[in-house]
Each structure stands twice: as C-alpha cells, then as structure tokens.
T-cell receptor, first 114, second 113 residues
Framework: DADVTQTPRNRITKTGKRIMLECSQT?????MYWYRQDPGLGLRLIYY???????NKGEISDGYSVSRQAQAKFSLSLESAIPNQTALYFC?????????????FGPGTRLLVL | EDQVTQSPEALRLQEGESSSLNCSYT??????LFWYRQDPGKGPEFLFT???AGEEKEKERLKATLTKKESFLHITAPKPEDSATYLC??????????????FGQGTTLQVKP
C-alpha cells in the first residue's frame, strides 16, 4: 500500500465551483505539505502544516485553504476555482530527525478547471 | 533571492552513454540538496540528500555529488528505464523552520535503446 495517497487522482470542474483535494499518509509523519506543479514553473508550495494545530501559508496560498483533520490527513480546498488553478497538485509528508528532513510525495491530483 | 537552476532542460542519450545532470544553487546558507526522480503523471520519488560539499551518494547507476555551488547527478551506462525527469531542490538554514523545498525546473532525460 502507498504511504501517501491522494484523492481524487483526476478532477474536472467548472469556474466558480468549490472543490476539495484530500491527502492521507500512513508514514506517521507530523509535517505535511501541499504543492502545485505547472509546466515551466516547477513545484511551488501552497500550504504546510507541522501538526494538527499548526497551519502556515506557502508562497502561493491565495485562492486556497487547507484543513488538517488529523495527523494523517491534510485537505486542500479551492474556494472558487478559476482556470489558472489548472495544475498538478502534490501532497508531501516529512519528519524532522536530528535536524534533517526529507519530503515524500504522493501520486498527485491532476485538476482541470474549465 | 534563493534560486536553483538545472541544466540541461532536456537530455537524450543512447543506452550505455554516460552523462551528468547539473544543479546550480544560489541560496543563503544551504541546509540540504535533494534529488528526486519524476515519471510522467506521478509524484516525485526521493533519490538522495546531500548536506555538505564533497559528499557523494550512489544508488545503482546514479551518483550524486555536491560542491559549494552546484550538484551533479552522474548517470553511468543508463538504461531506457532511467528515462524520467530529474528534479533538484534545496532547503536553506533560513527555511529550516518551514521545511520549504526550493525546486529547479528539472531535467528531462530520455534514454534510447
């Protein structure tokens, strides 16, 4: 079984709709991240969370919100989707050990906003 | 501004033809340099982390090295299954409390039989 799962894997939605992308992990990690990937722009950080009560904005958080329902679950919401939010979305998890940290990524959600 | 740049953007090799991918970084205090492999439509898969200049790590046909300005991913005698996009990313001492990875654009490698 995969350590980091994302649902749905593919989603088509219309402008103005609210949608939620979900991420679950079985790695037991405290830290979770949401990234988006666009051709030519690489991976960019949207939000991150270090525990259930800790939520922080990344470099491109406008138009997005998140919820950390449990240590293992971190959801990303698009309040009112717009076409330029069409992208690949990745969840990642990590653990900090002796000052060192490695992020492990989920399989991604391909989102198309019409 | 912290930046990670990878070259070339794309690389085509014949099976068995060794080569290197470059990742140059200009960051305020490198904490860690990461290499990931990404297959089309999939999430990045962790390969290596390097923490200090002179450090090297190997895995099968891949070897990653680090200097004070750049990292190289050497691919020895590649096979078609090594075809993928290779991503380089850095964390800095300034970002250590966020865990933020600064990604390069990636190098897309195609290995022909």
């Amino acid at each position: 079984d995969a350590d980091v799962t994302q649902t749905p894997r593919n989603r088509i939605t219309k402008t103005g709709k609210r949608i939620m992308l979900e991420c679950s992990q079985t790695k037991g990690h405290d830290r979770m991240y949401w990234y988006r990937q666009d051709p030519g722009l690489g991976l960019r950080l949207i939000y991150y969370s270090f525990d259930v009560k800790d939520i922080n904005k990344g470099e491109i958080s406008d138009g997005y919100s998140v919820s950390r329902q449990a240590q293992a679950k971190f959801s990303l919401s698009l309040e009112s989707a717009i076409p330029n939010q069409t992208a690949l979305y990745f969840c990642a998890t990590s653990d900090l050990y002796r000052g060192r940290e490695t992020q492990y990524f989920g399989p991604g959600t391909r989102l198309l906003v019409l | 501004e912290d930046q990670v740049t990878q070259s070339p953007e794309a690389l085509r090799l014949q099976e068995g033809e060794s080569s290197s991918l470059n990742c140059s970084y200009t960051v305020s205090g490198l904490r860690g340099l990461f290499w990931y492999r990404q297959d089309p439509g999939k999430g990045p898969e962790f390969l290596f982390t390097l923490y200090s200049a002179g450090e090297e790590k190997e895995k099968e046909r891949l070897k990653a090295t680090l200097t004070k300005k750049e990292s190289f991913l050497h691919i020895t005698a590649p096979k078609p299954e090594d075809s993928a996009t290779y991503l380089c990313a850095a964390t800095t001492h300034g970002s250590s409390n966020t865990g933020k990875l600064i990604f390069g654009q990636g190098t897309t490698l195609q290995v022909k039989p």
